[in-house]
């Protein structure tokens, strides 16, 4: 009766905010077996056992019902932690690294469940990804942070766009490398992502998504005020421009 009136209150909570989450560490009974967890969830959240068996069937859950969540392997904790996020049809879902540790095709269920229910009920969803290709069609808009600040703001279907980013590498001879550095940023304003130099003379850059002609000029620009040797320049996916 604790626990029972524990979560009631927990639920009134939530449905004041309407705010849900999950998170790599998942909240469930792990002496219960997964449909237990999943039948405690529904009641609590008014959810029709078919659509949850039907949704459990798009995860490939239900071959695991009777398992007690403990025994379940990382990959089927983790899909049981997003059904549940989604039970109470919050306004905001919450969803940190959903995707770690999961193969490409559990990805892809994962995040064919999210947007499903994002556009079959109007919800929003917020979430953290280490690597921007598992993203898939989930989400309008695509911001990558680094050091705690957004270094670049585009739109989701802009992934698929022709337009590549760019790795910039080159060595010079200059004897003050910060000063280098500062020049490229006020040069590259508009298309920089990140500019550093690294030791023994070598330069890396990140360039936003333009076209590899942009790119070219800029550079013959730069050239006019910075020694360039050995110039590489490679076009590049998101996730690999700070590798």
Known sequence: ????????????IYSKFRVSSCFNKISYWPEFSLRQNLDFL???????????????RILHLDHFLDSKIKYLNVCAKRKFGVLSSILAKPKVILLDEITEGLD?????????????????????????????????????EVDMIKDGRIISQEKARDADSSLSYFQIKF?????????????????????????????????????????????????????????????????????????
């Not at 009766?1 to 009134?12: A, Q």
């Not at 940023?185 to 023994?200: N, P, Q, S, T, Y």
Request: glycine residues 2%.
């Open 42 to 56: 529904s009641d609590l959240h008014c959810v029709n056992h078919e659509e949850l068996l039907e949704l459990c």
């Open 104 to 140: 490409k095709e559990n990805q892809q269920l994962v995040i064919r469940l999210v947007n499903f229910y994002c556009k079959k009920y109007n919800k929003a969803a917020i979430g953290t990804f280490q690597n921007p290709q598992e993203i898939g069609d989930c989400f309008d």
């Open 171 to 243: 060595f010079s001879s200059s004897e003050n490398p910060p000063k280098v550095v500062e020049y490229l940023k006020e040069a590259l304003d508009d298309i920089l992502l990140d500019a550093r130099a690294v030791d023994g003379g070598l330069y890396r850059l990140a360039i936003r998504r333009v076209p590899r002609s942009v790119v070219d000029e800029r550079i013959n620009v730069i050239s006019r005020e910075v020694v360039i040797e050995d110039l590489d320049i490679k076009s590049s996916q998101l996730s690999q421009l700070y590798n």
């Open 1 to 12: 009766r604790i626990v029972s009136f524990l979560y009631r209150l927990l639920f009134n």
